[in-house]
């Protein structure tokens, strides 16, 4: 049974669905009275990926994990766009009465995280980002192209790769574009961090992975640079061996203690 608008909603473990526009999300809240936790997945991920991170974190805070639109037990819908993940985590935190989340994102869900604590300045604790939200990107239309030709390559591959929370149940073209909408935001994502009035977190990670070259990762990672010296408040917790794919499976322990790091940070505030 869901208890969500009861007086002790905070305090109920609860998995369901969250119905919302034309589709329903399936979230997990393990409730509890500690300061809350949203984790926000990588493009074609699900909530699994979030797991040895939970784990390392333990049962003093809430966690709350949700699978985006066509990812992992959540339903298809007629919209996969950047802006329905950001109503998605709108619809999440009201169903679940939360007001104050420290946002946790892997790859594109610190995208999200981030654009969502400068359009919610008054409401973000706080942003984790686990190798994700650096202000680059693929764009042009020879971009856009190459991104399309290569799901269209991967689209015999990516049924398989659904189990393991790495596709969606998508076509390879939406898949693509969704991608493609992804470099051109994190392209202009610069000017986003001046809106951005809580503490942030970079989880850093090292090398190449499937989607880009050693070479090319560390070039995205450099282009933090200019983030670090305008805004006092992002800065980078760790720089951790793992890779881009690997960093939550690996390194569950360094997110975990950026989480605490920001929790430290709102304490001293309120005292």
């Known amino acids: 049974m869901d208890n969500t608008n009861s007086p ?19 979230v997990h809240d393990t409730g509890g009275t500690g300061r809350p936790v949203v984790y926000l997945n990588g493009s074609y991920a699900n909530h699994k990926h979030w797991r040895k991170v939970i784990a390392d974190l333990g049962s003093a805070w809430r966690h ?22 950001l109503r998605d985590i709108d619809a999440v ?17 610190a995208v999200l995280a981030v ?34 030709r290569t799901f269209h390559q991967m689209r015999l ?20 574009e969704i991608n493609i909408e992804l470099n051109e935001i994190v392209a202009g994502i610069e000017p986003v961090y001046g809106k951005v009035t809580c503490p942030v977190r970079f989880i850093v990670a090292s090398g190449g992975n499937t989607g880009g070259s050693a ?26 061996a793992s890779n881009h794919e690997k960093v939550l499976r690996n390194d569950s322990g360094a997110v975990a203690d950026a989480v605490r790091e920001i929790s430290a940070i709102l304490d001293q505030e309120v005292h």
């Open 93 to 109: 935190l009201e169903a679940r009465n939360v007001d104050r989340p420290l946002l946790v994102g892997w790859s594109y869900g």
């Open 115 to 148: 654009h969502w604590a400068a359009r919610n300045p008054d409401r973000a604790a706080g942003v984790v980002s686990v190798d994700g939200a650096y202000p680059w990107g693929l764009t042009g239309e020879a971009n856009r192209e190459y991104i399309r």
């Open 157 to 176: 591959a990516l049924p398989l790769a659904r189990p393991l929370g790495m596709a969606a149940r998508m076509s390879a073209a939406q898949h693509a």
């Open 215 to 240: 070479e090319s990762m560390e070039a995205m990672r450099a282009t933090l640079g200019p983030v670090l010296a305008a805004h006092p408040n992002v800065q980078v917790s760790a720089k951790v």
């Open 64 to 85: 709350l994990t949700f699978d985006e639109r066509a990812r992992g037990d959540s339903q298809r819908s007629a919209d996969y766009s950047f802006e329905a993940c």
């Open 8 to 26: 002790d909603a905070t305090l109920s473990a609860w998995s369901g669905m969250v119905p919302l526009e034309d589709t329903a999300l399936a």
